[in-house]
Nanobody
Framework: VQLQASGGGLVQAGGSLRLSCAASGSTFRRYNMGWFRQTPGKERELVAAISWNGGTTSYADSVKGRFTISRDNARNTVSLQMNSLKPEDTSVYYC????????????WGQGTQVTVSS
């Protein structure tokens, strides 16, 4: 599966952004999906994850109540709605896919930069 992320940008603290990830090349519903972020000097963080049918979602404590992950299997997309953004959310965000019978994310999109100014 190939993944293409988009939607990053510069926003003021308290603002919102919506990231999207378009999948192609394989049956999208075969994959659980996740959004990660990585900041220089920090470990990569799983921000949000969603099951193949959208029935289960999970979030890092740092974004709970502010971010929402969703997917549209008809359009082969997964999105991350980010509200009440904070400067510490500044990072490069990646979408990733893992097969349902695996624990590791094997497929990655290119990163999209999110910058939150104070």
């Amino acid at each position: 599966v190939q993944l293409q992320a988009s939607g990053g940008g510069l926003v003021q603290a308290g603002g919102s952004l919506r990231l999207s990830c378009a999948a192609s090349g394989s049956t999208f519903r075969r994959y659980n999906m996740g959004w990660f972020r990585q900041t220089p000097g920090k470990e990569r963080e799983l921000v949000a994850a969603i099951s193949w049918n959208g029935g289960t979602t999970s979030y890092a404590d740092s974004v709970k109540g502010r971010f929402t992950i969703s997917r549209d299997n008809a359009r082969n997309t997964v999105s991350l709605q980010m509200n009440s953004l904070k400067p510490e959310d500044t990072s490069v965000y990646y979408c990733a896919a893992r097969e349902m019978d695996r624990y590791d994310y094997r497929y990655w999109g290119q990163g999209t930069q999110v910058t939150v100014s104070s």
